[in-house]
């Protein structure tokens, strides 16, 4: 009964920024790396940022400088702070996390439904 919701998507103009967030709830043991994906239509999706249990935090190219994942373990919420937005960073952006759920189970992958954000140019 784990489950992920993204919010924070929406429509913005090139150069504006968005702060996405990912919310875990259900029965919950432990999440180790979260990470945040998007995919534009016709594009396969892409791995944009993640961020392990301890902090450690990786970033696509693309988005380097630009965005910053974060996360607040006491809320099991992980965030997505974009600024200098553009264009190309419109996709559905989704929310993993891989969760143990109970300390005698194997950790999973949970995902959210994704949220939409769309840079106007």
């Known amino acids: 009964q784990v489950q992920l919701v993204e919010s924070g998507g929406g429509l913005v103009q090139a150069g504006g920024s968005l702060r996405l967030s990912c919310a875990a709830s259900?029965?919950?043991?432990?999440?180790?790396?979260m990470a945040w994906y998007r995919q534009a239509p016709g594009k396969q999706r892409e791995l944009v940022a993640g961020?392990?249990?301890?902090?450690?935090?990786n970033y696509a190219d693309s988005v380097k400088g630009r965005f910053t994942i974060s996360r607040d373990n006491a809320k099991n919420t992980m965030y997505l702070q974009m600024n200098s937005l553009k264009p190309e960073d419109t996709a559905v952006y989704s929310c993993n996390a891989r969760i143990r759920r109970h300390v005698l189970e194997n950790e999973y992958d949970y995902w959210g439904q994704g949220t939409q954000v769309t840079v106007s140019s």
């Open positions: 259900g029965s919950i043991f432990r999440i180790n790396a």
């Open positions: 961020i392990t249990s301890g902090g450690s935090t």
